[in-house]
């Protein structure tokens, strides 16, 4: 899309792993300096993940955003002040009946639920969960989930880790036992498991009414199917040239990928101040 015929659009809606980090987990130096550049103009870039409030701001602390956040895929919208905006998730008692069943009749499948800032586990010494510490360099509550949540604090979502052909047979159980539940994959050895109500679409929508403007009047990033539903509702969506082929297929553009300042060169095309 060329800048000199480019509408404007008013906010940058963008997911995180595998679109705004490197596959180093970085943000690059390109692409963050776009971003400043687009926020002393005014124009928002809003997290969309499926991760903690906290593990975004240690993504964000390079960048400095006055923009909210849409966590858990979601489930948790932080405004400006990242103050929870809404909250979508499972109240303890069923959180911790769907946690006991994959626990009984899926034993080698890893699975921990996420709460607001915490992650919380009951086996530290799982090797699929020793793997996430160390990748989002935060350390789990070890804790049973019926000992930390508190009565009407929200699970945002339910994460299950393990073999491929073990998370399919998990998958396709789930959907029989527990038809009212979202389920889908983010990764190949990740199962998230979430309230109907968390909806990016729904939470984009809040959103954009913080900010009095239309979410035909934004643009979306993305590289996973998750992000189908973020493609539908923006007004001009750019998939990471790291993305799958569905995606690549249903998004208004291709851009390069999250190794290459994929994020950086797309917007540089469509905002002129950015240089």
């Known amino acids: 899309m060329a800048a000199d015929t480019a509408p404007i659009y008013k906010a940058i809606f963008s997911e995180v792993d595998g679109a705004l980090l490197s596959s180093s987990h970085k943000v690059g130096s390109l ?100 793997q996430e510490a160390d990748i989002i360099q935060v350390p789990p509550i070890i804790k049973p989930l019926s000992y930390y949540l508190q009565k009407g604090q929200h699970v945002h979502k339910l994460l299950c880790m393990g073999e491929l052909s073990l998370l399919d047979v998990l998958e396709n159980d789930l959907r029989v036992c527990f038809p009212e539940l979202l389920i889908f994959k983010t990764k190949k050895h990740y199962l998230e498991i979430m309230s109907p109500e968390a909806s990016a679409s729904n939470a984009i929508r809040l959103v954009c009414g913080l900010y009095g403007i239309d979410p035909s009047e934004t643009i979306a990033f993305g590289y996973n199917s998750r992000d189908m539903e973020m493609f539908r509702t923006v007004g001009f969506s750019i998939a990471m040239g790291n993305a799958s082929e569905l995606i690549k297929s249903a998004a208004d553009c291709v851009t390069l990928d999250n190794d290459h300042d994929g994020i950086y060169h797309s917007l540089k095309k469509i905002f002129p101040i950015i240089h």
């Open 31 to 130: 692409t963050r300096e776009a971003i400043i550049q687009l926020q002393l103009h005014g124009i928002p870039f809003v997290f969309v993940s499926g991760r903690s409030p906290r593990t975004l701001e240690s993504v964000d602390a390079s960048i400095g955003l006055t923009a909210p956040y849409i966590c858990y895929n979601g489930a948790l919208i932080l405004d400006q002040n990242k103050r929870v905006l809404k909250s979508f998730g499972f109240l303890p008692k069923r959180a911790i009946s769907i946690k006991n069943y994959i626990k009984r009749c899926f034993p080698d499948i890893s699975c921990f639920a996420c709460s607001y800032d915490a992650w919380i586990t009951d086996d530290p010494n799982d090797e699929w969960i020793r």
